[in-house]
């Protein structure tokens, strides 16, 4: 008995890794074999030369639930990667709009000082030349026909998926058989108990909602972690394997044991219960996608670049963070303005990067979403070219929000509400956006003359300080 707790508590300088390398069996989830469509190019055929590998090839394999999860949420993984294209582009347009309006203000305020007449040594139209001004943007409208090329070589999800069939066919024969419908039913009994006691993994999961269907059975998403967990216990009892390995793009506390922010393993009830169920294992062990890589490079001798390595860990990072935001309650400004904006068929946005590195904050979403919905409409009925430009500014006290488009050549500064607008949430008018935000502490402040319309919104820092 005093073995197995000392073979429970092995520090990782304890474990023979040379072993696991050469003998041990690898098991993915589903957020790792997602990340073929997720990482650049080249960390993307890194991770993929791992998997083609001659000598680790035969020890590979997925659990159905991995295959289950990965068929139904590739087509989100490859829309985000194409909506990209589109956000970006917005970003050069939005930086090219505001160089332009930079150039015109510097012309009209020397022009203003009429240099010419009053001063015989400054001459500005020896700098300020159209050639010059090219070339100060030269850098975006090449950046722009570049996104135009790659866009062309992004798949999107009516184009043939190459990496489907590359994850079929490398772990071809290599995916479990899953489970019956009476097994699944057990493991959700079951499941509800341990979730009732934060018992791993899976238990951060809780809040996931809907199912997927296949043959005659139901996969409930709350309980995937455990349906894997279970897979792999079997697969350990079913074939006697010393050694298993669990690479996952997971960062929850329900899977890893940390200590002063630093992952040290598996949790010690999944040790502990996968070496209770399966007596022929000698180690259970976890890895992340990086650092599955930085070792793969040196126990298989394979030639994985430095960005590979730290690209995944960048994917792992947004992960971490995405999740602390969500249950945080936390709202992201950008992405609350990008989804509004979505509303509008015909409208443009351009959100600067400045509004896009605000952290997120604690705030009553509903509220700002309504409001927005007010602005854009504006924008669509009174500016120029259905576009309006977002940009922030962080100060002492609070965040500056501000919306700015140019005005058409019709008089009145806002519409009265408009009947089938694109979401029942739609207010009154500007005025509304005013007396709403103003019950969550939101000063607006709202600029309309000459040929720029300007709406400020001022979020004081308390929102961005959670408790």
Not at 4 to 29: A, C, M, P, V, Y
Not at 242 to 265: A, N
Not at 408 to 426: K, L, W, Y
């Amino acid at each position: 008995m005093i073995e197995k707790l000392i073979k429970l508590h092995r520090n990782s300088d304890q474990i023979d890794f040379e072993k696991i390398w050469s003998e041990g069996l690898f098991t993915f989830d589903s957020n790792v074999i997602l990340d073929l469509y997720r990482l650049p190019k080249s960390a993307r055929n890194d991770l993929m030369s791992v998997f083609e590998n001659d000598q680790f090839n035969k020890r590979i394999w997925i659990g159905f639930q991995v295959a289950l999860e990965f068929l139904n949420n590739r087509y989100d993984a490859i829309s985000d990667q194409k909506n990209k294209f589109n956000t970006v582009r917005t970003l050069l347009e939005d930086s090219k709009e505001q160089y332009e309006e930079l150039v015109t203000s510097l012309r009209s305020g020397l022009n203003n000082l009429k240099l010419k007449q009053r001063h015989s040594l400054i001459n500005p139209d020896a700098f300020i030349t159209p050639e010059n001004v090219e070339n100060g943007i030269k850098y975006i409208n090449d950046f722009i026909e570049e996104l135009e090329r790659l866009e062309k070589e992004q798949s999107d999800v009516s184009d043939h998926d190459e990496i489907k069939d590359f994850v079929f066919k490398t772990f071809e024969g290599k995916i479990g058989k899953g489970f019956d419908k009476k097994e699944l039913s057990s493991i959700y009994k079951e499941g509800e108990k341990r979730y009732e006691f934060q018992f791993p993994p899976g238990y951060k999961d809780k809040g996931k909602e809907g199912s997927y269907h296949f043959e005659d059975k139901e996969y409930i998403r709350k309980y995937g972690d455990l349906i894997l967990w279970k897979e792999i216990i079997q697969k350990a009892k079913s074939e006697n394997y010393k050694y298993i390995v669990l690479v996952t793009g997971d960062i929850k506390e329900d899977w890893w044991f940390e200590k002063r922010g630093k992952k040290l393993g598996p949790r010690k009830e999944l040790i502990n219960e996968i070496y209770t169920e399966a007596t022929e294992l000698d180690t259970f062990y976890m890895y992340d996608t990086s650092t599955f890589l930085q070792y793969a490079r040196n126990e298989l001798n394979l030639k994985i670049q430095d960005s590979s390595i730290n690209e995944a860990k960048d994917l792992i990072d947004l992960s971490r963070q995405e999740r602390i935001d969500d249950e945080e309650g936390l709202v992201s400004l950008a992405e609350l303005l990008k989804f509004a904006s979505s509303q509008f068929k015909n409208l443009k946005v351009g959100i600067g990067r400045s509004v896009k590195n605000i952290d997120p904050i604690k705030i009553n979403s509903r509220a700002i979403f309504t409001a927005l919905m007010e602005i854009y409409s504006n924008v669509l009925h009174h500016g120029r070219d259905n576009y309006v430009g977002i940009q922030a500014k962080e100060e002492k006290n609070y965040v500056l929000l501000r919306f700015k488009n140019l005005r058409n050549d019709m008089t009145g500064s806002e519409i009265p509400r408009v009947p089938n607008s694109p979401d029942s949430a739609r207010g009154y008018g500007l005025q509304f956006v005013r007396e709403s935000l103003a019950k969550e502490g939101i000063d607006v402040h709202i600029e309309n003359e000459g040929k720029r319309f300007v709406l400020e919104m001022f979020i004081p820092k308390t929102y961005y300080e959670v408790a």
